[in-house]
Antibody, heavy 117, light 112 residues
Framework: EVLLVESGGGLVQPGGSLRLSCAAS????????LNWVRQAPGKGLEWVSH????????YYADSVKGRFTISRDNAKNSLYLQMDSLRAEDTAVYYC??????????WGQGSLVTVSS | DVVMTQSPLSLPVTLGQPASISCRSS???????????LNWFHQRPGQSPRRLIY???NRDSGVPDRFSGSGSGTDFTLKISRVEAEDVGVYYC?????????FGQGTKVEIK
């Protein structure tokens, strides 16, 4: 069974930093691309970032480019999102999602990030 | 960025009746390999999204056959042949052809 479990969310002040993690199991981790997708309270889904299986290729939404960094550790079956210079508009549930053939086939349960003073 | 426009945004339906959601993209979703990377997701209240359909019309394992996807180019449709109570929630289309990947605004399906 494919499992994706996010952690690391919480309350952070504007301008602060936070690192999300996603622990994966049930599949050959290095063979799959991974993504972060977020959902602001009461709002729709927004794709945030993507990383290739090897970690050599990454993509970002313009809204987070230069502030967020996606990375992965294939030895630990883990995905990360380093979030710096956080803003109030970054408040959202952040989902880890596996991708294959340009689609998101499995999602985690999400981790809430709240940016507020 | 490719803009995905869904309609309607709210869809009250009667149990057992059909439902249809439209998704239009601001540019063609045909990728260089000839495939169209248009997906549909369903999100129940308080839950994570779940993929229903990939590459326009391919149903995921375990998705009831009352769900069907169709379309081409820039116009796509998700149809539910007979709505059941478990189908309530928000439906999103998403394109994976162009970076950045983008979602529609979502269509909220509720029972009348």
């Amino acid at each position: 069974e494919v499992l994706l479990v996010e952690s690391g969310g919480g309350l952070v002040q504007p301008g602060g930093s936070l690192r999300l993690s996603c622990a994966a199991s049930g599949f050959i981790f290095s063979s799959y691309e991974l993504n972060w997708v977020r959902q602001a309270p009461g709002k729709g889904l927004e794709w945030v970032s993507h990383i290739s299986g090897s970690g050599s290729a990454t993509y970002y939404a313009d809204s987070v480019k230069g502030r967020f960094t996606i990375s992965r550790d294939n030895a630990k079956n883990s995905l990360y999102l380093q979030m710096d210079s956080l803003r109030a508009e970054d408040t959202a549930v952040y989902y880890c999602a596996r991708s294959r053939r340009r689609s998101l086939d499995y999602w985690g349960q999400g981790s809430l990030v709240t940016v507020s003073s | 960025d490719v803009v995905m426009t869904q309609s309607p945004l709210s869809l009250p339906v009667t149990l057992g009746q059909p439902a249809s959601i439209s998704c239009r993209s601001s540019q063609s979703l045909v990728y260089s390999d000839g495939d169209i990377y248009l997906n549909w997701f369903h999100q129940r209240p308080g839950q994570s999204p779940r993929r229903l359909i990939y590459k326009v019309f391919n149903r995921d394992s375990g998705v009831p056959d009352r769900f069907s996807g169709s379309g081409s180019g820039t116009d796509f449709t998700l149809k539910i042949s007979r709505v059941e109570a478990e189908d309530v929630g928000v439906y999103y289309c998403m394109q994976g052809t162009h970076w950045p990947w983008t979602f529609g605004q979502g269509t909220k399906v509720e029972i009348k």
